[in-house]
């Protein structure tokens, strides 16, 4: 394992737990769990969001690593968030996916209709409380992990300048570009974030599967390169070991996502993500009768679900372009 980590951190390798992060519950905000750290140098807004899904315990642990390692931007400000902590605070190992949200998923309801809308769970209330202040946030990255096992990576959204901050980050390897889910908007497609005319840019990085050791220090590297990248940070943070292998990037170009509309959704067989299914009009599952076929010749799967429900994305289909200009 390569990439930025804690120098002090013992290389455990039972399954990760949740960090006590109570501590940061009064942040420096006004708002709970919410950081903002100025360096008083021009520079941008950068922001790291962790716990939009409150059992994806990745992203909080790397947040409390630059918390305690006192890491402060060189450059601009610096935002640390984390999201849904009344979800993770009732994770249970005994059953892990059961604190990805209270009410509804807190990453399909970032739009203004949604957030001023009549909606009144818990998520919708925390985002409301958060995307004040995001609105002078110029690049995002929002850390998660998978259900299942696979490869680490980002999701661009559908701009170049979501690719070329992709770029700027560096890791991990694989960069998909996606539209998001059918049930809702993401927090890395909220306002300016997907307008093609606005300068700012989001990244969603899954870091790895939910609870492997692995997730944790991919959200750190990540977490790191994007301050670097940014130019937020001039340097490693003491403490952390530095980074000693960048990965070719790939650049994957998701064309659709395959919604489920039944209520019985099996694909043909087990798939982990990244496949390339070489012939258009492969079977690859199929949605109660009606059967699933790969639109073109080496389509490749990214994230394919391992449960399904009527309204949520199966599987993206996506192939290998070209890097866009940004
Ligand atoms: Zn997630």
Redesign the pocket.
Known sequence: MTGHRPTERPRERQRLRPRDISAYRSGNTGTPYVFQFDSANPGPHAAIVAL??GN?LCGAAALDTLLSLGVRPTCGKLSLIFANVLAYETFDPIRPFAARYLDEDM?RVWSAEILSGAGDSREVARAREVAPLLADVDFLLDL??TSSPAPAMILAGQQPKGVALARATGSPAHVVTDAGHAAGPRLRDFAAFNDPNASPSALLVECGEHFSPTSEDVALDVAIRFLMGTKTLAAVPRGVIKSTKTPTQKYIDVTEAVTIRSEKFAFARKFRCFETIPKAATIIGHDGVVPVVTPYDNCILVMPATHFAPGQTAVRLGRHIPWPNA
Request: proline share 0%; aromatic share 0%; charged share 15%.
């Open positions: 939009i899904h994806e990453n998660h992990s």
